[in-house]
């Protein structure tokens, strides 16, 4: 009776190993299968085919990420720029700006702004032939008695005190298309009325269209 037993367990082990085997067999068979016939399907039709084949095997895939972006209208892009810098972005004058009217600006400075402003970490973007200042929240917390004179200047006229060292990094930067990154620089800011020693952790990297820097 016991050998009997310990036959029909067995027996019923290799029907169980075989049934999985063949489950595991017939998974990839389906997945390889919709994986072809998705080159020639709609997203949506491969995504239910999908979902509907996980469901029959209790497998969990990946969803579909749906793609609900959309063009950024020029005159719109800027408007949803947060915080007391976004503010003061939109009460600029551009059009008596060198940079001009933010509705012909290039993507790359759009997208830079974009990311910038929404940062939590002090980040400041130097643009144009001329470099001009912008800067999100953060940065006017590390630098409040240059705020707001240095909103839209040049960058060697804000850094005039450190440009001997700074001057020389950024054209670095400008020349090469790379980045460049310092530890505990001393650099000599002019705050408030005195020059100052500090020491800066810091990156510089280049804003880009196509081959040309056209800003840090």
């Known amino acids: ?7 029909n367990k067995r027996k019923r082990q290799k029907t169980e190993e075989q049934r999985e085997k063949e489950e595991r067999k017939r998974i990839f068979s389906l997945d390889e ?10 997203p949506m ?3 239910i085919q999908k979902e509907n084949w996980a469901k029959s095997i209790n ?25 007391a810098t976004g503010k003061l972005f939109k009460e600029t004058n551009w059009d008596d700006h060198p940079l001009g009217s933010p509705k012909l600006w290039p993507m790359s400075f759009r997208s830079s702004i974009c990311i910038s402003f929404t940062s939590q970490f002090p ?11 912008l800067y999100n929240d953060a940065f006017i917390e590390m630098f409040i008695e240059k705020h707001p004179a240095m909103w839209g200047a040049a960058m060697a006229n804000i850094w005039e005190s450190s440009w001997n060292v700074v001057g020389p990094l950024v ?10 990154f310092a530890e505990d620089l001393l650099l000599m800011p002019l705050r408030g009325d005195a020059i100052q020693e500090m020491y800066f952790t810091f990156a510089y990297s280049p804003v880009t269209q196509g081959n040309h820097v056209l800003g840090i």
Do not use: C
């Open 1 to 7: 009776m016991e050998e009997i037993s310990r036959l």
């Open 33 to 42: 299968e919709l994986e072809v016939k998705r080159m020639g399907e709609s």
């Open 45 to 47: 039709t491969y995504k």
């Open 59 to 83: 497998r969990k895939v990946p969803q579909l990420i749906e793609n609900h972006s959309r063009p950024i209208d020029s005159d719109e892009w800027f408007q949803s720029l947060p915080g």
């Open 123 to 133: 980040t400041a973007l130097y643009l144009g032939k001329e470099l001009y200042s």
């Open 171 to 180: 054209q670095g930067v400008i020349d090469s298309g790379k980045g460049f």
